[in-house]
């Protein structure tokens, strides 16, 4: 009983502390570093394109929601395979490219605070000769589907408004769950180590 207060004493701080706190913005997640770099010239394609902020991603759900790294070249044909993998401040498409010249890699992110962030960056690709060129597609690829399917008109999507509504609010519930949790861990982990 007594161990086990200290830590829901500092969730209920933590509570405080984001409802403190959640009005005035707290600060975006940056970007710290890219693969490739913005104006790098890529000789071969790396395993994976990345994007890598100064702190955690909020990647709710687990399953990359509101994450994308799109490459596209110089005639606006897309790379890769869509799928992002998000893990802590980073996330990484595998990574494709097609002939020689200018690519550009847009992407997007939620940021710690709940925030959708997104940029672009240029580079470009000069690989030796007789490197293998993968196909780029005309639509930007969806994880898990085969690339550019441009066939029937059947579109999946079957949702309905009330289920979108529900699914925001839940989305909100958990942002403030987790960064209320995150606040509470945070000020036990500072108590512990003051103590
Ligand atoms: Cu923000």
Do not use: K
């Given at each position: 009983m007594r161990r086990a207060s200290a830590p829901l004493a500092s969730l209920g701080l933590g509570l405080a502390l984001v409802a403190g706190s959640a009005l005035p913005a707290s600060a975006h997640n940056a970007?710290?570093?890219?693969?490739?770099?913005?104006?790098e010239t890529l000789t071969e394609v790396p395993e994976f394109f990345v994007v890598t902020t100064n702190e955690a991603m909020l990647d709710v759900g687990g399953e990359g929601a509101g994450f994308a790294i799109q490459v596209t070249d110089g005639s606006g044909l897309f790379y890769g395979d869509g799928c992002v993998d998000v893990g802590g401040p980073s996330m990484s498409t595998p990574a494709a490219l097609g002939e020689a010249g200018d690519y550009t890699m847009a992407f997007q992110y939620v940021s710690a605070d709940g925030h959708t962030l997104s940029d672009t960056l240029e580079f470009r690709y000069e690989p030796a000769a007789g490197a293998e060129a993968s196909a780029g597609a005309p639509v930007p690829p969806t994880c898990g589907e085969e690339p550019?399917?441009?066939?029937?008109?059947?579109?999946p999507a079957t949702g309905d408004e009330s289920a979108a509504v529900l699914g925001t609010v839940a989305v909100i519930g958990g942002v403030i769950v987790l960064l209320a949790v995150g606040a509470g861990v945070a000020v036990w982990l500072a108590r512990r180590r003051r103590g």
């Amino acid at each position: 009983m007594r161990r086990a207060s200290a830590p829901l004493a500092s969730l209920g701080l933590g509570l405080a502390l984001v409802a403190g706190s959640a009005l005035p913005a707290s600060a975006h997640n940056a970007v710290v570093s890219t693969t490739p770099e913005e104006g790098e010239t890529l000789t071969e394609v790396p395993e994976f394109f990345v994007v890598t902020t100064n702190e955690a991603m909020l990647d709710v759900g687990g399953e990359g929601a509101g994450f994308a790294i799109q490459v596209t070249d110089g005639s606006g044909l897309f790379y890769g395979d869509g799928c992002v993998d998000v893990g802590g401040p980073s996330m990484s498409t595998p990574a494709a490219l097609g002939e020689a010249g200018d690519y550009t890699m847009a992407f997007q992110y939620v940021s710690a605070d709940g925030h959708t962030l997104s940029d672009t960056l240029e580079f470009r690709y000069e690989p030796a000769a007789g490197a293998e060129a993968s196909a780029g597609a005309p639509v930007p690829p969806t994880c898990g589907e085969e690339p550019a399917a441009a066939s029937g008109g059947e579109d999946p999507a079957t949702g309905d408004e009330s289920a979108a509504v529900l699914g925001t609010v839940a989305v909100i519930g958990g942002v403030i769950v987790l960064l209320a949790v995150g606040a509470g861990v945070a000020v036990w982990l500072a108590r512990r180590r003051r103590g």
